[in-house]
T-cell receptor
Framework: GAGVSQSPSNKVTEKGKDVELRCDPI?????LYWYRQSLGQGLEFLIY????????KSGLPSDRFSAERTGGSVSTLTIQRTQQEDSAVYLC?????????????FGPGTRLTVL | AQRVTQPEKLLSVFKGAPVELKCNYS??????LFWYVQYSRQRLQLLLR?????SIKGFTADLNKGETSFHLKKPFAQEEDSAMYYCALRMDSNYQLIWGAGTKLIIKP
């Protein structure tokens, strides 16, 4: 079946604008993760969903960042009043979620550039 | 704090030579370690995990708790191994992965 998909693949925005990034997980995967990867850095955990609930939002860097998931499927990461330091690749991953050891499958990412 | 360190940003070896990508971690509990790989213009994918104790594409990695290391090794590198390699740690009873900064592996012909 299809893997994790993300849209858009690239987003260029002006400082101060809001952006929405979308993630479609693999069908049947109940767990969904958002990560951020800045240039030359490893992945930074942002938020985790189990179903529609986000038990861990500890990675969100500021209150400008929020995420939701509906129907146990699609998730949207919203960044309000974007800043230049928000420029990064935003990765989404999903897993079966049956156990914490389930393999995470990654999407291709959204490259966000804030001018 | 928990941390994963990949000391080499770039590693370049000739085809057929052995390759070792280093990964060290700091965590006092029972870790689960992973290697992920990202080939050019492809998405990040799992290469291997220590609990599986398997060899994937000729790569192996052994968890050394004494040295807190999980180095990735391959005895004879191939050109198609050129990619970005990331080491990641999952702490016990946790879903969150902590990532190293990655090592870019270049295999020269």
């Amino acid at each position: 079946g299809a893997g994790v998909s993300q849209s858009p693949s690239n987003k260029v925005t002006e400082k101060g604008k809001d952006v929405e990034l979308r993630c479609d997980p693999i069908s049947g995967h109940t767990a969904l993760y958002w990560y951020r990867q800045s240039l030359g850095q490893g992945l930074e955990f942002l938020i985790y969903f189990q179903g529609n609930s986000a038990p861990d939002k500890s990675g969100l860097p500021s209150d400008r960042f929020s995420a939701e998931r509906t129907g146990g499927s699609v998730s949207t990461l919203t960044i309000q009043r974007t800043q230049q330091e928000d420029s990064a690749v935003y990765l989404c991953a999903s897993s079966f979620g049956r156990t914490q050891r389930d393999t995470q499958y990654f999407g291709p990412g959204t490259r966000l550039t804030v001018l | 704090a928990q941390r994963v360190t990949q000391p080499e940003k770039l590693l370049s070896v000739f085809k057929g030579a052995p390759v070792e990508l280093k990964c060290n971690y700091s965590y006092s509990g029972s870790p689960e370690l992973f290697w992920y790989v990202q080939y050019s213009r492809q998405r990040l994918q799992l290469l291997l995990r220590h609990i599986s104790r398997e060899s994937i594409k000729g790569f192996t990695a052994d968890l050394n708790k004494g040295e807190t290391s999980f180095h990735l090794k391959k005895p004879f590198a191939q050109e198609e191994d050129s990619a970005m390699y990331y080491c990641a740690l999952r702490m016990d009873s946790n879903y969150q992965l902590i990532w190293g900064a990655g090592t870019k592996l270049i295999i020269k012909p």
